[in-house]
């Protein structure tokens, strides 16, 4: 197939075919594992995080993600190999015009992704230090030196929490209980409402 063809159309048709590839491969792989799941990887460090929960602007563009990489050589394949051989552009306004469909690419890919951490509710940012001074109900007993679970709206979301009792005390299943404290990123502790 590429015996007759210059280094400029192999090296369009391997960016097309490969990036072609790699993107029908995310888009099964992302609809097996489901829409809440992002199966994507950064190449850059990842995003810094406000302390509620959403990505500073600028720190949504300094991710490549294998998603905008994939749409870039995707691009670049398909319309330097229209240009080049369809349009007959030649083979520098060819390389120009493939990477400026990547770039172009690789922005909206960001764009999209950027929007779409915007799509989440208050409730998908769950905070867990928004509980202290709270009342909940017991969801799971909660032994006197153990752990069991409480349940409790925050931000108009349900949540079920891991929770010991402040007091060493045991706390019976649906017994109204305020969080007292924070123990770590999943646990509180509690005492019983009188």
């Known amino acids: ?22 993107f029908a491969l995310k888009v099964l792989t992302s609809l ?21 929960g959403i990505e500073s602007s600028d720190a949504a563009f300094k991710a490549i993600s294998i998603t905008s990489l994939t749409g870039f050589f995707m691009m670049f394949g398909w319309v330097g190999l229209a240009s080049y051989e369809q349009a007959q552009l030649g083979s520098v306004l060819s390389l120009f015009a493939a990477t400026a469909a990547g770039a172009v690419t690789m922005y909206v890919t960001a764009l999209i992704f950027q929007a779409a951490t915007k799509l989440s509710s208050a409730g998908a940012r769950f905070d867990i230090n928004a509980t202290v001074g709270k009342s909940a109900s017991v969801y799971q007993k909660i032994p006197a030196n153990g752990r069991g679970r409480i349940q409790m709206q925050v931000a108009d979301v349900t ?24 123990v770590n990123s999943d646990t509180v502790s509690v005492k019983r409402i009188s």
Not at 6 to 21: E, L, N, R, Y
């Open 159 to 182: 949540h079920e929490i891991d929770a010991i009792s402040e007091n060493l005390t045991e706390i019976e299943s649906f017994a109204a209980v305020e969080v007292v404290r924070v």
């Open 32 to 52: 097996m594992a489901g829409i809440g799941h992002d199966l994507d990887a950064d190449f850059d460090a990842a995003p810094e995080v406000a302390h509620d």
């Open 1 to 22: 197939m590429f015996e007759s063809m210059d280094s400029f159309q192999i090296s369009f048709w391997v960016c097309a075919i490969a990036g072609t590839s790699f």
